[in-house]
């Protein structure tokens, strides 16, 4: 596949004499960006325990040189068997007896800061939420890495008539379309196993200029950094951006999400670097927006902010006045603002509005119904589903993860349960992330774009305290459509009453407890 053909493993460690423990190998994934001549990108921080100055170098706001690092380095580029599809120039590095991968041997042309990365990280990332990234020590990685790359000349790669890597600008990407991650998990520990492997996912989110940062929930591991994320085209798949971290948390909250950082921003930063190494680099073409899925109907255009004193989430617009939400989200009872997501035509506008409803504590359905003091302009309400399909594909739309810095966040996933009391769907599961944040927003059939209920709440197990994202439960849009068509017709907050005298049933489903049994720690 053209994605495995642009990705590789860069492999770096300190001279054959070295014993230090510093001295590697360190390695991570990288990108083939050119064949004419060979050139290589990964991200910088693999180089980090060879920089002269030590951690303070990240803190240089321009390109840092190779003798900026100590002295002897081996840097080598590791890439799948030749599949007959590379003519190289020079002749072929020895063959590997084990068929193993092919290694070329490479130079460091610099480590280059990308500006817009830096500036859009540090707005949409806010300190107050303790965001870390990498494995589950992501203390000891140093963030002040992250909008770091390097550029690495290979000359084993140049092959005649050798071009770049298709590629493709961020400034036209959706929140919702899909891309294709490849990278190496681990890195160079068994590459055998693990070179360029793919991950599937969507554009959960996006920041700064061009979009110069990207979210997305395809699913990726340490040493995928520096691999690649590609846009699916008929003309086959395009370079869109470069893996930055692969986990990212919040606080104790594991995310699930991937950090991306466009190729076209990074491209905008190493135009200096790459024209002193005489290196020309062809425009990043744009492209045509992609056609919607899902009917053409925008879930982004039903969701809103909700905010109720400190706390806030995420609400469904049924109409151009009527909102729902989780009754966790407003039981406050602080001031209540609702802005709805921008859209064609439409800024962000704050709306007041007023709780007409919210359901008992002690009622399984966590719902609140939401009258606004004014319509929201050109809103098109959601179709709503009639039934539900185990195993289709679907999406969550919420103030999840970045919240209130980028607008609503989307995930995708499948629904991987439909659960039932007495033959009436009471609960919907799926695989989606669902963060903090989330509750309150709509999921959303990925196929036929209707509205299949609201996110309630993701999975925390009380036993061992962890968040568990890609498990989470949703109201079934069918439990929730009567009492909001008789509300239309009545304008009375009492229509929504059933929602309180659910059965014993219902309740137990939503307690996550077998019946009979103990409590459930879930």
Not at 91 to 112: D, F, I, Q, S, T
Request: aromatic share 6%; hydrophobic share 45%; with cysteine.
């Amino acid at each position: 596949m053209a994605e495995e053909r642009a990705c590789c493993v860069v492999s770096v460690s300190g001279p054959p004499d070295s014993h230090r423990p510093a001295a590697g190998p360190w390695s991570c994934s990288g990108v083939v960006l050119s064949r004419g001549p060979g050139l290589v990108l990964c991200q910088g921080a693999v180089f980090a325990p060879f920089l002269r100055d030590g951690p303070a170098a990240w803190a240089q706001p321009r390109a840092l040189p190779p003798d900026a690092l100590q002295p002897g380095l081996r840097l080598f580029v590791l890439q799948p068997p030749a599949l007959g599809l590379d003519a190289p120039a020079a002749p072929p590095p020895p063959p590997n007896p084990a068929g193993g991968p092919r290694r070329h041997e490479a130079r460091l042309l610099a480590l280059v800061p990308c500006g817009a990365f830096r500036r859009a990280l540090a707005r949409a990332f806010g300190r107050a939420d303790r965001w870390r990234f990498g494995g589950e020590a992501a203390g000891d990685d140093d963030p002040r890495a992250l909008h770091w790359f390097a550029w690495l000349r290979a000359p084993g790669l140049d092959a005649p008539g050798g071009g770049w890597t298709a590629r493709v600008g961020a400034g036209c990407l959706r929140k919702g379309e899909g891309l294709l991650a490849c990278g190496s998990p681990f890195g160079a520990l068994c590459p055998d196993l693990f070179l360029n492997t793919l991950s599937r996912g969507v554009v959960s989110n996006l920041a700064g200029e061009e979009n110069a940062l990207i979210l997305t929930d395809a699913r990726c591991l340490p040493g995928t950094e520096g691999g690649g994320a590609f846009l699916p085209s008929p003309a086959g798949p395009r370079l869109v951006a470069v893996i930055v971290a692969s986990f990212c948390w919040k606080g104790a909250e594991w995310v699930g999400l991937t950090l991306l950082c466009s190729l076209a921003a990074i491209l905008r930063g190493s135009a200096g670097v790459l024209d002193e190494a005489g290196v020309a680099v062809p425009p990043v073409p744009g492209r045509a927006v992609a056609a919607q899925a899902g009917g053409g109907r925008d879930p982004l255009g039903w969701t809103a902010l909700v905010e109720c004193g400190a706390a806030w989430g995420s609400g469904v617009l049924l109409a151009p006045r009527l909102l729902l939400t989780c009754r966790h989200v407003v039981e406050a009872g602080g001031p209540l603002r609702v802005t709805p997501a921008p859209g064609p035509g439409r800024a962000a506008a704050v709306l007041g509005g007023r709780v007409v409803f919210a359901t008992e504590e002690s009622s399984p359905f966590d719902v609140a119904a939401v009258e606004l003091e004014e319509s929201v302009p050109g809103f098109v309400p959601p179709c709503l589903a009639g039934t539900f399909l185990r195993g289709e594909e679907v999406s969550v739309v919420g103030f999840g993860a970045l919240g209130r810095a980028c607008g609503p966040s989307v995930t995708a996933g499948v629904l991987s349960a439909v659960v039932a009391v007495a033959g009436r769907p009471v609960m919907l599961q799926t695989t989606c992330a669902v963060h903090g944040g989330s509750s309150g927003g709509p999921l959303v059939s990925s196929r036929s774009g209707c509205l299949l209920g609201i996110v309630a709440s993701n999975t925390r197990d009380t036993g061992v305290g962890a968040t568990y994202p890609h498990l989470n439960f949703c109201i079934p849009v069918t439990v929730l459509q009567p009492p909001v068509m008789r509300y239309h017709r009545t304008g009375n907050p009492d229509a929504f009453a059933a929602l309180n005298r659910a059965g014993e049933g219902v309740r137990a489903a939503w307690r996550l407890q077998r019946q009979p049994g103990p409590p459930s720690k879930l």
